[in-house]
């Protein structure tokens, strides 16, 4: 992260990382429908991959809620509070 925000010349970035249970993400891709993407075990590997990342975990959102707007409602209000805010500095 340190060299991707230096890259960027800003002086912080906000970012949030997504990360439903594992049981969720493979429920999401059993149920896509005219979607090239159906590898259950591509998902369990990439689920995998991130659960396991050196992330601080203020970043991370790992219970979404039911509804997107209660997501968004929930990252708006971390966004306005700088939960998410990561800088060099």
Same mark, same amino acid.
């Not at 249970?21 to 369990?44: K, N, Q, W």
């Not at 790992?62 to 966004?79: K, N």
């Not at 805010?85 to 500095?89: D, G, I, P």
């Given at each position: 992260?340190?060299?991707?925000? /230096?890259? #960027?010349? =800003?002086?912080?970035?906000? %970012?949030?990382?997504?990360? &439903? &249970?594992? $049981?969720?993400?493979? $429920?999401?891709? /059993? ?6 993407? *159906?590898?259950? *075990?591509? #998902? +369990? ?6 659960? @396991? ?10 219970? &979404?809620?039911?509804? &997107?707007?209660? =997501?968004? $409602? =929930?990252? *708006? /209000?971390? =966004? @306005?509070?700088g +939960?998410f805010? %990561? *800088? #060099?500095?």
């Open positions: 992260m340190p060299t991707f925000v /230096r890259a #960027t010349g =800003l002086p912080h970035i906000n %970012y949030v990382i997504l990360l &439903p &249970p594992l $049981e969720v993400c493979l $429920e999401r891709v /059993r149920g896509r429908i005219g979607h090239g993407f *159906s590898d259950l *075990s591509a #998902t +369990r590997d990439l689920h995998a991959q991130f659960a @396991d990342a050196a992330v601080d975990t203020r970043h991370l959102i790992t219970e &979404p809620g039911d509804h &997107p707007a209660q =997501l968004a $409602e =929930l990252i *708006s /209000r971390a =966004l @306005d509070d +939960r805010r %990561y *800088s #060099t500095s």
